[in-house]
């Protein structure tokens, strides 16, 4: 199994800037992807960036330009810069990591949440 700890997140006014870790631990064989969703109550989980094994990184439209993902890959973690935060990035923000734990075997893990609130 692959465990997922997740920090950094917290209140921020609007314009200021928060940054979100995630560490994985576990029975690592190789980590495919690792990013961050967030989630509002009563909505779907969406993607707001990831990133893949190879560093190409990917991120939703409303991201752009104000949020970079980053990964350290011996440390198996990946951070979330989030600059320039608007009320409406309020959510709940779950680290997900694709990995094999076997070279067969691959699954999708996720951390427990972290809550971003941007005041305006």
């Known amino acids: 199994q692959v465990q997922l700890v997740e920090s950094g997140g917290g209140l921020v006014q609007a314009g200021g800037s928060l940054r979100l870790s995630c560490a994985a631990s576990?029975?690592?064989?190789?980590?495919?992807?690792m990013g961050w969703y967030r989630q509002a109550l009563g909505k779907q989980r969406e993607l707001v960036a990831d990133?893949?094994?190879?560093?190409?990184?990917n991120y939703a439209d409303s991201v752009k330009g104000r949020f970079t993902i980053s990964r350290d890959n011996a440390k198996n973690m990946v951070h979330l810069q989030m600059n320039s935060l608007e009320p409406e990035d309020t959510d709940i923000y779950y680290c997900?990591?694709?990995?094999?734990?076997?070279?067969?075997?691959?699954?999708?893990?996720w951390g427990q949440g972290t809550q971003v609130t941007v005041s305006s």
């Open positions: 997900n990591v694709r990995a094999y734990t076997r070279p067969s075997v691959w699954d999708d893990y």
């Open positions: 990133i893949n094994s190879g560093g190409a990184r």
């Open positions: 576990g029975s690592i064989f190789h980590i495919v992807s």
